[in-house]
């Protein structure tokens, strides 16, 4: 199960978003927000972030205006790895070496067609399993 999550600034691409998983047949669950009124990233990545990390669902997406703002939020919560990513070489790396479990987009500064082929990238990308990589990683939790 993929968990999906925006603010108002990123609801627009993530409506796109979740036609596009729709057309892959991918599973999702939409965790908020539910319309382009004003709202606070934070909400929406921290309950996606806290479905990745106790389980319900195995990787994430999140996206606000530039991005930046619901990954810093993701990433308070042990356990995730949440990646801004704004291109393809990016998001194959972060799932290849960080084994990032949540995909962070800005929708004010991808366009879609990009946006899509980042999701594509991310979910299609599988970790190394490389032992450098992971010893890294658990750096990472302390
Ligand atoms: C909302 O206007 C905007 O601040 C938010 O979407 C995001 O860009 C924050 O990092």
Redesign the pocket.
Known sequence: MLGIGS????YALKQAIKKHLEARGVAYRDYGTYSEA?CD?PDYGRAVALAVANGECDRGILI???????S?AANKVPGVRAALCGDCFSAEATRAHNDANILAL???VVGEGLALKIVDTFLDTAFSNDERHIRRIQKIEG
């Open positions: 603010d108002h600034g990123g004003s990233y606000c205006g530039t991005g930046i703002g619901i810093i800005g929708a004010r």
